[in-house]
Structure formats: structure tokens, C-alpha cells
């Protein structure tokens, strides 16, 4: 008696997550991330325009890749204008930038800044918020 319904329970599971597997594999969720993602993505890419917009002429432009684990967010900044910052001025522009660009994104976030024209690194972040000035 008990292992015919054992059995029976058996059947009734398999049956269940057959069905259950079939309505997965055929649902439109796929494609309602992939459409949240594009609009994701232009959210952020308008949030860092206004970054680069409100930066006073420092900021050339801004790159973002998502790697699946966090963002990369490549910061430009004009040769002239780094230049001219003192160390306390370029650790304080960092960290003033790099924050809002992290908080601006919905994961962890790691910030670098490049000269624009030479393309050399000259302050690079960590997912904590930590900068630390190269040049």
C-alpha cells in the first residue's frame, strides 16, 4: 500500500516538473530583461553625460562596460585640466567623481581616470570607493 503511493507521489512530481519546465522554457522573461536592460543601459548612459556635462570642462568623456560582476567605468579627463590640479585637487576630483558615478550605477562599481590625449592612467578606484592618484 505505502509503495503504491509512493509510487503514485512519484508519478504526480515527474508529471508536475515536466509541465513546470515546459511553461519556463516557453515564458517571455528572457525577453522582458533583455528590453529592462536597454533602458537600464541609456538610464546610465544619461547619468553620466550629466557627470561629464557638469564637470566644468574637466571631464572629456566617460566609457561603462559591464562585465557581469561590476561595472568599468573609464573616466577621460582633459591633459590641460589634470595637469593644472594640485595632489590634494586630483585625490578630491576623484573621489568626488568617482562617488557620484558609483552611486549613479544600480551594481558595484570600479572608477579609472585616463588622460584624454595620452590615455594614461592616472587615478584608479576600487568597488569600496577608494582612489588612489597615479600622476
Same mark, same amino acid.
Given at each position: 500500500?505505502?509503495? %503504491?503511493?509512493?509510487? *503514485?507521489? @512519484?508519478?504526480? =512530481? @515527474?508529471?508536475?516538473?515536466? =509541465?513546470?519546465?515546459?511553461?519556463?522554457?516557453?515564458?517571455?522573461?528572457?525577453? &522582458?530583461?533583455?528590453?529592462?536592460? @536597454?533602458?537600464?543601459?541609456?538610464?546610465?548612459?544619461?547619468?553620466?553625460?550629466?557627470?561629464?556635462? *557638469? #564637470?566644468?570642462?574637466? &571631464?572629456?568623456?566617460? #566609457?561603462?562596460?559591464?562585465?557581469?560582476?561590476?561595472?568599468?567605468?573609464?573616466?577621460?579627463?582633459?591633459?590641460?585640466?589634470?595637469?593644472?590640479?594640485?595632489?590634494?585637487?586630483?585625490?578630491?576630483?576623484? /573621489? %568626488?567623481?568617482?562617488?557620484?558615478?558609483?552611486?549613479?550605477?544600480?551594481?558595484? /562599481?570600479?572608477? #579609472?581616470?585616463?588622460?584624454?590625449? #595620452?590615455? &594614461?592612467?592616472? @587615478?584608479?578606484?576600487?568597488?569600496?570607493?577608494?582612489?588612489?592618484?597615479?600622476?
Amino acid at each position: 500500500m505505502i509503495r %503504491k503511493v509512493l509510487i *503514485n507521489m @512519484a508519478w504526480v =512530481i @515527474a508529471v508536475v516538473g515536466v =509541465i513546470y519546465a515546459f511553461v519556463w522554457s516557453t515564458s517571455a522573461i528572457p525577453v &522582458i530583461q533583455e528590453v529592462g536592460g @536597454a533602458e537600464i543601459y541609456e538610464d546610465i548612459n544619461a547619468t553620466l553625460q550629466g557627470i561629464v556635462d *557638469n #564637470s566644468d570642462g574637466v &571631464i572629456a568623456e566617460m #566609457s561603462s562596460e559591464h562585465t557581469g560582476s561590476y561595472y568599468q567605468v573609464d573616466v577621460f579627463i582633459f591633459d590641460t585640466a589634470w595637469t593644472g590640479f594640485s595632489v590634494s585637487d586630483k585625490e578630491s576630483f576623484a /573621489t %568626488k567623481t568617482g562617488t557620484e558615478v558609483q552611486d549613479a550605477l544600480p551594481d558595484s /562599481t570600479i572608477v #579609472s581616470f585616463y588622460e584624454m590625449e #595620452s590615455g &594614461i592612467l592616472v @587615478a584608479d578606484g576600487d568597488v569600496f570607493g577608494e582612489y588612489t592618484v597615479i600622476d
